[in-house]
């Protein structure tokens, strides 16, 4: 008996390893040499920035805004003259609980009434690699502060099913409330917002 699963686990093996090493690659890669110089447009169905925030200990919450528009010009043979200039429609931001959405959109909060957009723009590029340093000023609730990013390419390479030359990247970054006018339930709910943004722009 023994013998006949041991058979068995073997075929198994021998079956399943030409279809793993057959998996196709990525059509993206972390691959700097990949990148032309261009300027490139936002993918608004693949960029979104996600936050979340301490609410009372309790929990933690997020939320997300997504259909971005903007645009990044990159040149690999000089990367500190990057330039990306991204528009957050705030009004589009999503939820699960439509009841706090409504909230979060009102003037306790975003005020979308009056600021349906945030706007971010770069002021400085470092690269490192694969890695980069990006200062710029961010508009939100009619406030301008300088924010930094700390990104990272994600992958570049031709999308297939476009056909466009594509690059993505990821980035995070640490945020006050409070720098921007929207301290609301302070400090029960947390002053500091955690952000991650992936962002996908086409050639």
Known sequence: MKKLLAAAGLAVTLIATPV???APAMPGAPDVSRIS???YKVDPHHTQVVWSVDHMGFSILYGMFGEMSGSLTLDPANPSAAKVAIDIPISGM???SPAFTK??????????????TAKFVSTAVVVNGQNAKITGDLTLHGVTKP???DAKLTGAGANPMSKVETVGFSATTTLKRSDF???YAAPVVGDEVKVKITAAFEK
């Open 147 to 149: 924010v930094n990013l």
């Open 181 to 183: 006018g929207l301290g």
């Open 37 to 39: 110089a261009a300027t």
């Open 20 to 22: 793993l090493a057959q």
């Open 103 to 116: 909230h979060l959109q009102s003037k306790d909060f975003f005020d979308i009434a009056t600021h349906p």
């Open 94 to 96: 999503t939820n699960p």
